[in-house]
């Protein structure tokens, strides 16, 4: 094993390796070396002889501003947040300005969402798989090696930390065939060191890097704010959950949601109780044996590829608090991960664990975590009891397949990733759900649009695997129903607005009763329902924009939400903003205004600026004290 004081010399040492013909695995998410990944790009950009090919996925980076309103918001908040050295991807500058030379060629299985869309050469070097199939492409594509970053203990072990994932089933898969595999290392002080199968011996790897010029802030997305619609599918879906059970959750504001409501039903079991007394008034009520509002006496055990704050709350909640024994691990475990993203309190919390906590957490092999099918497989089924896996998507037929991640027109957004795994093996669990949660509209330039469709054209789940599909209108239980029967049930949980088209749809197509009716209490699926339910709910002190803090300070929370307003209005919605400004105060959001610095606006453009913001306030204003 090489140890290499600086990238530099991890550069040259692969290049000696390799030879002229570059090919290399980088983890998905926080596990790459950008530095080392950002040397060899640029060797081989300068290089034209050299052929560079990148396998990899959830390729990190700070978002673009897409106007100078938002950029004004933005920069001074990355550059605290990220930190002013933060290096980030080349590559993925070459890719949004489509300058990625031709000897190089970068794939990607799973694209962090929205960022590669109508990009010829992330779309076109696309790779669509599954997360547990990943390993053996890897083998097939003959690829060199893997890179990246990597934690060190004080009594100088090694741990894969946060990527354990796909690099310890890539190295086991090349060694059984007996083929060469290229491990480099790059140590970053601030990576939390973690147990588990991610400690490995120093010999693992092929060469290591220790050097200053690892630094920089471990990349952390910000904290999300929850909306009134993430709310009420975080308090719909809390109530799938069994005591005794396993869970999986994944990230964003609606996993936060659920996350929030499941605290509240075991730490203020009463107002819980309360607010779902409520919803059942206003909503169509789902069958009482398939739900739960009791506190978590037994507690949850997790088993999730990705681990992230969601999990840390519950664990510091007393939630999850089930222990599995493991065949093969020395410590019983509640929580087995295959890689882990967060926020900065929640790399905080991993390297600080206090030993019990530090002991039941095992970072793995995703082939562990994301199926059953290995020699022990009865064991990690008994383990796995009453299991709830709460996965996203973007639209649902109304026969029960879900679009999770590919546009109409075939433009990937993020990926399937381990959605598949996770609703295959729910159906041969007993007593399991896959539950999808979605929102049940969108906008999109001023008009609002269904997410619950007649027939989307790219579907990631096909229907025969329907079960469990959640929007801020209900539950709709879709396992073993007819197709009558799921399509009267997620008309259930669609918006009013939309409801008669798509039900007549399924009269034109024979799928349905032509004399059934929609029920009354889901022609008020409305938003304006959704915001009363939502106002008695924050007066009970619940449904908070943050309830797990915020990385933003109190004024930028308030432009955040003024910046998202303004979002998706066409041009004669922002000139009605525009408008609204005029009459506005500017000493009533002087502290806003000066963080935007157009308190005194300095040109005409910036009094556009001042007035369309100030308009924006002032719509909030109205929407939250309605007259």
């Given at each position: 094993m090489k140890r290499f004081a600086n990238i530099q010399q991890a550069e040259d040492f692969i290049l000696s390796k390799s030879g002229k013909n570059l090919r290399f695995a980088i983890?998905?998410?926080?596990?790459?070396?950008?530095?080392?990944?950002?040397?060899?790009?640029?060797?081989?950009?300068?290089?034209?002889?050299?052929?560079?090919?990148?396998?990899?996925?959830?390729?990190?980076?700070?978002?673009?501003?897409?106007?100078e309103l938002e950029s004004r918001f933005t920069k001074p908040f990355f550059a605290r947040h990220f930190g002013e050295d933060y290096p980030r991807l080349e590559y993925l500058k070459d890719l949004r300005n489509n300058e990625v030379p031709e000897n190089i060629?970068?794939?990607?299985?799973?694209?962090?969402?929205?960022?590669?869309?109508?990009?010829?050469?992330?779309?076109s070097n696309y790779i669509s798989l599954?997360?547990?199939?990943?390993?053996?492409?890897?083998?097939e594509m003959e690829l060199d090696g893997v890179i990246q970053l990597i934690a060190k203990?004080?009594?100088?072990?090694?741990?894969?930390?946060?990527?354990?994932?796909?690099?310890?089933?890539?190295?086991?898969?090349?060694?059984?065939?007996?083929?060469?595999?290229?491990?480099?290392?790059?140590?970053?002080?601030?990576?939390?060191?973690?147990?588990?199968?991610?400690?490995?011996?120093?010999?693992?790897?092929?060469?290591?890097?220790?050097?200053?010029?690892?630094?920089?802030?471990?990349?952390?997305?910000?904290?999300?704010?929850?909306?009134?619609?993430?709310?009420?599918?975080?308090?719909?879906?809390?109530?799938?959950?069994?005591?005794?059970?396993?869970?999986?959750?994944?990230?964003?504001?609606?996993?936060?949601?659920?996350?929030?409501?499941?605290?509240?039903?075991?730490?203020?079991?009463?107002?819980?109780?309360?607010?779902?007394?409520?919803?059942?008034?206003?909503?169509?009520?789902?069958?009482?044996?398939?739900?739960?509002?009791?506190?978590?006496?037994?507690?949850?055990?997790?088993?999730?590829?990705?681990?992230?704050?969601?999990?840390?709350?519950?664990?510091?909640?007393?939630?999850?608090?089930?222990?599995?024994?493991?065949?093969?691990?020395?410590?019983?475990?509640?929580?087995h991960g295959a890689f882990f993203l967060g926020s900065k309190s929640f790399y905080e919390w991993l390297k600080d664990l206090p030993e019990e906590d530090y002991a039941g957490l095992s970072m793995t092999r995703v082939s562990k975590v994301n199926d059953l099918y290995d020699e022990h497989e009865m064991a990690l089924r008994r383990q796995r009891k009453n299991a709830r896996f709460f996965n996203s998507c973007m639209q649902m037929s109304l026969l029960g397949g879900a679009a999770s991640e590919t546009l109409d027109n075939g433009n990937v957004v993020s990926g399937v990733g381990g959605q598949y795994n996770f609703v295959a093996m729910s159906h041969e669990l007993p007593d399991s759900y896959s539950i999808l949660m979605m929102k049940s509209t969108r906008e999109k330039k001023g008009q609002r649009l269904s997410n619950i469709l007649w027939s989307p054209p790219q579907l990631t789940i096909s229907r025969h695997l329907r079960d469990v599909v959640i929007t801020e209108?209900?539950?709709?239980?879709?396992?073993?129903?007819?197709?009558?029967?799921?399509?009267?049930?997620?008309?259930?949980?669609?918006?009013?607005?939309?409801?008669?088209?798509?039900?007549?749809?399924?009269?034109?197509?024979?799928?349905?009763?032509?004399?059934?009716?929609?029920?009354?209490?889901?022609?008020?699926?409305?938003?304006?329902?959704?915001?009363?339910?939502?106002?008695?709910?924050?007066?009970?002190?619940q449904f908070a924009l943050f309830p797990f803090g915020s990385d933003f300070n109190k004024v930028e929370i308030g432009l955040q939400q003024a910046l998202l307003n303004l979002k998706e209005k066409n041009t004669k919605a922002l000139l009605r903003t525009l408008w609204r400004g005029v009459g506005t105060r500017r000493k009533d959001f002087q502290e806003e205004l000066e963080r935007m610095n157009l308190f005194s606006p300095g040109s005409f453009k910036e009094k556009l600026y001042q007035r369309v913001l100030l308009g924006s306030f002032k719509e909030l204003a109205l929407q939250n004290h309605p007259r």
């Amino acid at each position: 094993m090489k140890r290499f004081a600086n990238i530099q010399q991890a550069e040259d040492f692969i290049l000696s390796k390799s030879g002229k013909n570059l090919r290399f695995a980088i983890p998905l998410g926080l596990g790459k070396p950008n530095q080392l990944v950002n040397a060899l790009y640029r060797r081989a950009k300068s290089e034209k002889e050299l052929k560079l090919t990148l396998f990899t996925a959830l390729s990190l980076d700070i978002p673009e501003a897409k106007t100078e309103l938002e950029s004004r918001f933005t920069k001074p908040f990355f550059a605290r947040h990220f930190g002013e050295d933060y290096p980030r991807l080349e590559y993925l500058k070459d890719l949004r300005n489509n300058e990625v030379p031709e000897n190089i060629k970068l794939h990607e299985f799973y694209f962090q969402a929205g960022t590669a869309l109508n990009n010829l050469h992330a779309q076109s070097n696309y790779i669509s798989l599954n997360y547990t199939h990943v390993a053996q492409s890897i083998l097939e594509m003959e690829l060199d090696g893997v890179i990246q970053l990597i934690a060190k203990s004080h009594d100088g072990r090694y741990s894969l930390s946060c990527n354990p994932d796909l690099t310890l089933d890539v190295y086991d898969l090349y060694k059984k065939h007996n083929r060469p595999f290229l491990v480099i290392g790059v140590v970053h002080p601030d990576l939390p060191f973690l147990g588990g199968d991610a400690e490995v011996k120093a010999d693992f790897f092929d060469g290591i890097v220790e050097s200053l010029e690892i630094s920089h802030k471990l990349f952390a997305p910000p904290k999300n704010a929850i909306d009134d619609t993430d709310h009420m599918i975080g308090l719909h879906a809390s109530r799938l959950i069994k005591d005794d059970g396993t869970l999986q959750i994944g990230i964003g504001s609606l996993s936060d949601a659920l996350t929030a409501s499941t605290i509240m039903r075991h730490q203020k079991n009463s107002e819980y109780q309360r607010l779902i007394t409520e919803l059942d008034r206003h909503f169509t009520a789902p069958p009482p044996q398939r739900v739960h509002s009791d506190p978590f006496a037994k507690g949850l055990y997790g088993t999730s590829e990705m681990i992230m704050d969601g999990f840390m709350h519950l664990r510091k909640a007393g939630v999850l608090k089930r222990y599995i024994n493991d065949h093969d691990e020395k410590a019983p475990r509640y929580l087995h991960g295959a890689f882990f993203l967060g926020s900065k309190s929640f790399y905080e919390w991993l390297k600080d664990l206090p030993e019990e906590d530090y002991a039941g957490l095992s970072m793995t092999r995703v082939s562990k975590v994301n199926d059953l099918y290995d020699e022990h497989e009865m064991a990690l089924r008994r383990q796995r009891k009453n299991a709830r896996f709460f996965n996203s998507c973007m639209q649902m037929s109304l026969l029960g397949g879900a679009a999770s991640e590919t546009l109409d027109n075939g433009n990937v957004v993020s990926g399937v990733g381990g959605q598949y795994n996770f609703v295959a093996m729910s159906h041969e669990l007993p007593d399991s759900y896959s539950i999808l949660m979605m929102k049940s509209t969108r906008e999109k330039k001023g008009q609002r649009l269904s997410n619950i469709l007649w027939s989307p054209p790219q579907l990631t789940i096909s229907r025969h695997l329907r079960d469990v599909v959640i929007t801020e209108y209900g539950i709709a239980f879709l396992r073993g129903q007819s197709d009558a029967e799921c399509i009267k049930r997620l008309l259930m949980i669609t918006d009013a607005e939309f409801q008669d088209e798509l039900l007549e749809t399924a009269r034109k197509n024979h799928k349905i009763d032509p004399h059934w009716k929609i029920p009354e209490i889901a022609r008020q699926n409305t938003p304006d329902k959704i915001r009363e339910f939502a106002q008695k709910a924050r007066h009970g002190g619940q449904f908070a924009l943050f309830p797990f803090g915020s990385d933003f300070n109190k004024v930028e929370i308030g432009l955040q939400q003024a910046l998202l307003n303004l979002k998706e209005k066409n041009t004669k919605a922002l000139l009605r903003t525009l408008w609204r400004g005029v009459g506005t105060r500017r000493k009533d959001f002087q502290e806003e205004l000066e963080r935007m610095n157009l308190f005194s606006p300095g040109s005409f453009k910036e009094k556009l600026y001042q007035r369309v913001l100030l308009g924006s306030f002032k719509e909030l204003a109205l929407q939250n004290h309605p007259r």
